[in-house]
């Protein structure tokens, strides 16, 4: 991944290192790592000893190369010794990420009894008897199942199961964290759609729901589609449906900020995959209706063959209205919003003076966002992007824990249309209209609140929709 020249988390390193202890090495070994882009995080005094202090400093740097160029720098200075260069990131997944622990203490045989043998046995049976009790007498209840083939991960690409496993690895601390939920990373050397299809259903016993997770398009559509019809738990494709969830947030806060109408707007998407067809049938729904998606060829209409991409062919039969043609920059034109999830700096400040006055900018390519926001930020009423060192991040993270956490607290047999628009709106909620602004039209991913309200309406839309059973009497009191 390339770097702006930023210092940032992904790049911090430890030095420990040894020098005088006397006025003025601080501000010297600083100004060594001021040189070379790198913001000092904390200095954390080891010891001091004959005269010398033994210090750690973790450094934010810009580059992997800064990393190197900083710790060089240093080892430069006479009267300094490196003792130790620490990625921290690196650090941080020597081991893996995730652990198992027991939710059930064993300290007696009388524990040890109902655990496991004989004990075990009575919720076996009851079990087999009914199957419906696996959902609550088994980590059923509470655990998602995250797969991936690492066919497209996140800007990365293909890398292969082995490489996906830190990332599918992360988002089960996502699940944890945001959603009290335990998820479980399966990455799978399996490729074609109906080996994953396969993998799932045999797998399917053992979770509440699974999250598909960085799987090409165009299979992971009819994955999607075939799991949902053949599994009796939540099934979603958070590459899809999480983004097109926290777009459709963030566009109904920006129209809210702005006195826009989805009727009224001309919308220009650059991305035809995964996320682009699901952030452009989610506004549809929403009532949006001159919308125009672009591929690397330009805007998709009914003109172009896509006859061996029933995707794209669902795209020039539902979208751009007025057959417009050309390539991005030229139906950017007139624009009032644009949505990007697709390749960096497809765009620059003329192009976005060329859309409608006070346009909507959602520039989402990560990490280099289609076109950066201080290049028009004078320009643009909003701009998000989906960074976190910009305001308005627009991240799954805002959805997927609170819709699986709505689905599992329903018992929902499936994650449909009317859960996904809950979400939405839930999400856009969480912002009251006195707080709306520029800099702020979608929470942050730490806001506590975001999962939780998420969840009440998935669950709430569930049972509305017949996705899952009504509340019990009982429950409802």
Request: hydrophobic letters at 45%; proline letters at 6%; aromatic letters at 6%.
């Amino acid at each position: 991944m390339e770097s702006e020249g930023r210092p940032s988390a992904q790049y911090a390193v430890t030095i420990r290192l040894e020098c005088p202890h006397a006025a003025g090495w601080i501000a010297r070994i600083a100004g060594k790592i001021a040189e070379h882009g790198g913001a000092i995080r904390a200095i954390d005094l080891v010891r001091i000893r004959r005269g010398r202090s033994l210090r750690d400093y973790t450094i934010e740097c810009p580059s992997p190369e800064a990393e190197n160029a900083i710790a060089e720098a240093i080892r430069g200075l006479d009267g300094v010794r490196v003792l130790s260069v620490t990625d921290d990131t690196f650090r941080i997944h020597q081991g893996g990420k995730l652990e198992i622990r027991s939710k059930v203490p064993l300290r007696s045989r009388a524990d040890l009894s109902m655990a496991y043998t004989p004990g075990v046995a009575r919720v076996c049976e009851a079990i087999a008897r009914e199957p419906e009790v696996s959902r609550t007498h088994t980590i059923r209840a509470n655990t998602i199942a995250v797969v991936s083939d690492g066919s497209a991960v996140l800007g990365l690409g293909d890398i292969g199961p082995a490489a996906a496993m830190p990332v599918m690895e992360g988002k089960a601390i996502l699940f944890k964290a945001f959603g009290h939920i335990d998820a479980f990373p399966l990455c799978i050397d399996v490729h074609d759609a109906d080996g994953i299809v396969r993998f799932c259903e045999q797998v399917a016993p053992s979770f509440g729901g699974i999250n598909l997770e960085d799987i090409a398009a165009p299979k992971c559509f009819e994955i999607e589609r075939r799991l949902r019809e053949t599994l009796d738990i939540p099934v979603f494709h958070d590459d899809q449906h999480g983004t097109a969830v926290v777009v459709l947030a963030a566009a109904i806060n920006a129209l809210r900020l702005t006195g826009r109408s989805p009727e009224s707007m001309k919308v220009v998407f650059s991305g035809a995959g995964a996320a682009g067809f699901a952030c452009t049938r989610a506004l549809l729904d929403h009532g949006f209706r001159n919308v125009i998606v672009c591929d690397s060829r330009g805007a998709i209409d009914r003109r172009r063959d896509f006859r061996s991409n029933p995707m794209k062919q669902w795209l020039a039969e539902h979208t751009n209205p007025n057959g417009e043609h050309g390539s991005l920059k030229d139906v950017i034109e007139g624009a009032d919003m644009f949505i990007g999830v697709s390749a960096p700096n497809l765009l620059d400040r003329r192009d976005i003076e060329r859309m409608n006055e006070s346009p909507i900018v959602f520039a989402m390519a990560n990490p280099t966002p289609e076109v950066m926001p201080e290049e028009i930020e004078d320009i643009a009423a909003v701009v998000a992007t989906g960074r976190s060192d910009y305001p308005n991040q627009i991240n799954n993270v805002l959805a997927f824990p609170g819709i699986f956490r709505g689905a599992l607290d329903a018992r929902a047999r499936t994650i449909n249309e009317e859960m996904k628009r809950a979400a939405a709106h839930a999400i856009a909620s969480v912002i009251a209209d006195d707080e709306l602004s520029p800099d702020y039209i979608v929470p942050s991913v730490f806001d506590k609140r975001v999962a939780a309200r998420v969840a009440v309406a998935v669950a709430e839309a569930a049972r509305a929709s017949g996705a899952a059973p009504p509340l019990e009497p009982a429950e409802r009191s």
